[in-house]
Nanobody, 128 residues
Framework: QVQLVESGGGLVQAGGSLRLSCAAS????????MGWFRQGPGKEREFVAG????????YYADCAKGRFTISRDNAKSTVYLQMNSLKPEDTAVYYC?????????????????????WGEGTLVTVSS
């Protein structure tokens, strides 16, 4: 069983930055495709960013392009989401998720239905 634990959320003013972390248990983290999703108030969960098992391929939703950066450290079993130039519409619970499929290249948004493991989420609130 794999457990994912997110951290780094909080309250930030518009234009500010946050760095989310997701620590994974288990020895198979390095083979997982990892993703960040979010669910804003009254909205459905949406894909934000994904990263291949090696870190060599990343994919971003339009809402994240140019502002967010996903990265991973397989030695630490951790995936990160650096969020810059935050906007009030980025307010959401951010979830880390893992897909056991070892994708080498990510060409499309990750599908939440394909993710095998989920964290419990961390709340990001961006004030105007």
């Amino acid at each position: 069983q794999v457990q994912l634990v997110e951290s780094g959320g909080g309250l930030v003013q518009a234009g500010g930055s946050l760095r989310l972390s997701c620590a994974a248990s288990g020895r198979t983290f390095s083979s997982f495709t990892m993703g960040w999703f979010r669910q804003g108030p009254g909205k459905e969960r949406e894909f934000v960013a994904g990263i291949s098992w090696s870190g060599g391929s990343t994919y971003y939703a339009d809402c994240a392009k140019g502002r967010f950066t996903i990265s991973r450290d397989n030695a630490k079993s951790t995936v990160y989401l650096q969020m810059n130039s935050l906007k009030p519409e980025d307010t959401a619970v951010y979830y880390c998720a893992a897909d056991r499929t070892k994708w080498g290249v990510i060409l499309t948004p990750l599908n939440s239905n394909d993710m095998d493991y989920w964290g419990e989420g961390t709340l990001v609130t961006v004030s105007s």
